[in-house]
C-alpha cells in the first residue's frame, strides 16, 4: 500500500522512520531515500545500522529549494532522477520503500512526475511505499491509500528558535 505524510508539521520523517524500524523490526528489508537532504541527518545515521534497511540519497545538495539557483536546480533534477531511477530498477529487493521528501521533489518537479506515478501505480500493490513532504497534489493523494496531515499548531522556530540536532534533524 501507498502512505503518504504531508503537512505544515513536524513529524513527517519521523513517522516514516518510526515505520522504518517497525518494519525492519519485523524481518521487512527497507530502502529510505531522501531527497532535498545530504543524507547527515541523525535520524539517516541511526537507521544506517539497522539489519535490513539500506539508507540512499542524492550525489548533489545545495540546500533548500528556493535559495538554488535555476542551474543547480537543473543539476539537481538529474541528480534526484537518476535516483529514482535507481530505485525502481532495485525495488525487487525491497519489502517497504520510503522516499523522504518525494511529495516535494514532485511539486517542484525536480523529479520525473509520470514516472513517480507510474511507479506508484505498478509497484504500490506489491510493497509498502511511503512518501513525505510538504502540500503533496492530488493525484498523489487519490493514489495514496494512507493519508496522514501533520498539522502545526505550535512551534518553537515561530519564535526564533533554530532546529535542534537530534529533536529537528
Do not use: W
Amino acid at each position: 500500500m501507498i502512505h503518504l505524510y504531508c503537512g505544515m508539521g513536524k513529524g513527517k520523517t519521523t513517522a516514516a522512520c518510526g515505520l522504518c524500524v517497525r518494519a525492519a523490526g519485523s524481518g521487512l528489508r527497507v530502502l529510505f531515500v531522501q531527497f532535498f537532504k545530504n543524507g547527515n541527518s541523525s535520524e539517516m545515521k541511526a537507521l544506517s545500522t539497522i539489519d535490513g534497511v539500506e539508507t540512499a540519497h542524492p550525489a548533489l545538495h545545495y540546500g533548500r529549494f528556493k535559495t538554488m539557483t535555476d542551474d543547480q536546480k537543473a543539476e539537481i533534477r538529474g541528480s534526484y532522477n537518476e535516483l529514482l531511477r535507481d530505485v525502481i530498477r532495485r525495488c525487487g529487493e525491497f519489502d517497504m520503500i520510503i522516499l523522504d521528501e518525494a511529495v516535494s521533489a514532485y511539486r517542484y518537479e525536480m523529479i520525473d512526475n509520470d514516472t513517480l506515478l507510474e511507479f506508484l501505480r505498478n509497484e504500490g500493490q506489491n510493497r509498502e511505499i511511503v512518501l513525505t513532504g510538504r502540500e503533496p497534489k492530488p493525484e498523489l493523494i487519490e493514489l495514496a491509500d494512507y493519508v496522514t496531515d501533520m498539522r502545526k499548531v505550535k512551534h518553537p522556530f515561530d519564535r526564533g528558535i533554530a532546529a535542534r540536532k537530534g529533536i529537528e534533524f
